[in-house]
């Protein structure tokens, strides 16, 4: 069996280490558009891979420690990526890990959150589906009561699921009303009408 490290069986090998110093992503990125785009790309890879066997194989380790730099409008912050190149010229394939550095930035529906926890795993070789791990933390201010929320994203970049715990503690509807309006359920009808919470409990 194929573990990812392993070249295939061609004639050739094509092996050896890149060490990057600086990479900088600095592209305006529409999330929703962009990942829609990538599941495309990756349904089209998985049915595209021939069962032939490649002219060269691929062993090619591509490396750097604090090399990453992301500065756009989802993600401020530094990496550490430690890749490796697998498969052959007719089935590529990736393994590894890029870090994020804790104390990054990460913009979500407008609300900025501190970087806790990063991580994108590729782990199968073929899938180009790495599996996310974000831990990002942000403070919010409602009418009567400071909070502090703690997000976690989590799964396969084309399939990712959220989760959120908020200190002092509320409902998963009460910290996202709170993330999208600055006030819970009970201050929506309060402040807001009954119309608005009402909304929310929709959204």
Do not use: K
């Amino acid at each position: 069996p194929f573990s990812g490290n392993e070249p295939l069986e061609s004639d050739l090998l094509l092996s050896g280490d890149v060490e990057l110093t600086d990479v900088l992503f600095t592209e305006r990125i529409d999330w929703e558009e962009w990942l829609l785009d990538f599941r495309r790309y990756v349904d089209l890879e998985q049915v595209a891979v021939s069962e032939e066997a490649g002219l060269l194989s691929y062993n090619i380790s591509v490396a750097g420690e604090g090399a990453g730099r992301l500065r756009n409008n989802i993600a401020e912050g530094v990496c550490d990526v430690d890749l490796v190149v697998v498969g052959d010229t007719t089935s590529p394939g990736l393994t590894g890990v890029v870090r994020m550095h804790p104390g990054g930035s990460v913009v979500l529906q407008d609300r900025e959150f501190e970087l806790v926890r990063g991580e994108l795993r590729y782990i199968d070789p073929f899938s180009f589906d790495p599996e996310l791990n974000l831990l990002m933390r942000t403070e919010v201010e409602s009418r009567d009561e400071s909070y502090r929320i703690e997000y976690h994203i989590d799964g396969p970049l084309t399939d990712w699921y959220s989760s959120a715990v908020s200190t002092p503690s509320l409902s998963q509807a009460d910290i996202n009303a709170l993330l999208l309006f600055g006030l819970t359920r009970d201050d929506l009808e309060r402040f807001g009408g009954v119309n608005s919470a009402l909304l929310m409990e929709g959204a």
